[in-house]
């Protein structure tokens, strides 16, 4: 946060700023404090928007294994018809372990979509808040 700089007259001694200079310096902070904030929300959104990203792709992988367990669970059904016992539970092993993938991935994707919610810019609200409460302490000195 911007510091405030008080003037000094030739003396060494406080200058008094007139109310235009108060009011103008005031205003160059505050549009610098702005810009501030909205380059923290923009890099927190960043950040947000890969963790979602990467949420949505371990769905995706979730639902690839998911159909290729199903592929396996058809060729063990086929298996199962065509030979004997141990084809068709070989089969059925292997779709139960691209589920178990499946699974896993989906609980991944929902933990990374979890952490980037909620989608709003925590870190620069509170920034934003503790500037404001900054701003009041000062004012009622």
Same mark, same amino acid.
């Given at each position: 946060?911007?510091?405030?700089?008080?003037?000094?007259?030739?003396?060494?001694?406080?200058?008094?700023?007139?109310?235009?200079?108060?009011?103008?310096?005031?205003?160059?902070?505050?549009?610098?404090?702005?810009?501030?904030?909205?380059?923290?929300?923009?890099?927190?959104?960043?950040?947000?928007?890969?963790?979602?990203?990467? *949420? $949505? =792709? !371990?769905?995706?992988? @979730? &639902?690839?294994? %998911?159909?290729?367990?199903?592929?396996?669970?058809?060729? /063990?059904?086929?298996?199962?018809?065509?030979?004997?016992?141990?084809?068709?539970?070989?089969?059925?092993?292997? *779709? $139960? =372990? !691209?589920?178990?993938? @499946? &699974?896993?991935? %989906?609980?991944?994707?929902?933990?990374?979509?979890?952490? /980037?919610?909620?989608?709003?810019?925590?870190?620069?609200?509170?920034?934003?808040?503790?500037?404001?409460?900054?701003?009041?302490?000062?004012?009622?000195?």
């Amino acid at each position: 946060m911007p510091t405030l700089e008080r003037a000094e007259r030739r003396d060494g001694h406080p200058a008094e700023d007139s109310v235009g200079e108060l009011v103008s310096r005031a205003s160059q902070q505050i549009s610098q404090l702005v810009r501030e904030e909205m380059r923290l929300a923009q890099a927190e959104m960043t950040q947000k928007g890969k963790r979602f990203g990467l *949420g $949505g =792709g !371990l769905f995706g992988g @979730a &639902g690839v294994a %998911a159909f290729v367990a199903f592929l396996a669970f058809t060729a /063990a059904a086929i298996a199962a018809v065509a030979l004997a016992l141990p084809g068709w539970a070989a089969a059925l092993i292997v *779709g $139960g =372990g !691209l589920l178990l993938v @499946a &699974g896993l991935l %989906a609980l991944l994707g929902r933990t990374e979509i979890g952490r /980037a919610t909620p989608a709003a810019p925590k870190q620069t609200i509170d920034s934003v808040k503790d500037d404001v409460a900054e701003v009041k302490a000062r004012a009622r000195r």
